[in-house]
């Protein structure tokens, strides 16, 4: 998952797990679009779509070419699998993914994210500026370096100690 590559990668095997190069003159459906699909033949009964988090809609079929284009009524609200089924009988299944830009692993400028956030965004532009942003806002005190100066001087006393009972005897 550190690579660029890997939402390409993910997007493209889920494309193919859900037989979506028929319908790649579409281009793939998108979070906010209706789910969409290619048909050999028309469906027998009336077009449902199922898709996660209890997604249901009604579906609208049109000829187009050889073929027949699945249009759901509703938009689809989130990622994953949607089944087009008629009479119970799954028809087609594609995958309905993020907005590609939303992927997008490339720095943004600080300028655009400044002017998207109304100038509430700040920057952090180097390891001295995160540590002095942390010490700020740190709740609490740390005490790991006096317990670990108490450590030291403890173990410096003991061994003092042990040194003179070895000469006194």
Known sequence: PYSGSFVPLLRGLVSHAARAARASTLGPPRVGEPPRARLDQPPASALTV???DA???????RAEGVGYLAVADAPALEPGFYEFESGGRPLATVAVNLDPVESDLAPLPPDSVRAASGGRASFLGSPRALATHLEGTRRGRELWMPLLLIAALALVGELLLGSARTLKA
Request: hydrophobic share 30%; glycine share 10%; aromatic share 10%.
């Open 50 to 52: 199922r898709g996660p």
């Open 55 to 61: 997604y249901l809609s009604q579906a609208s079929v």
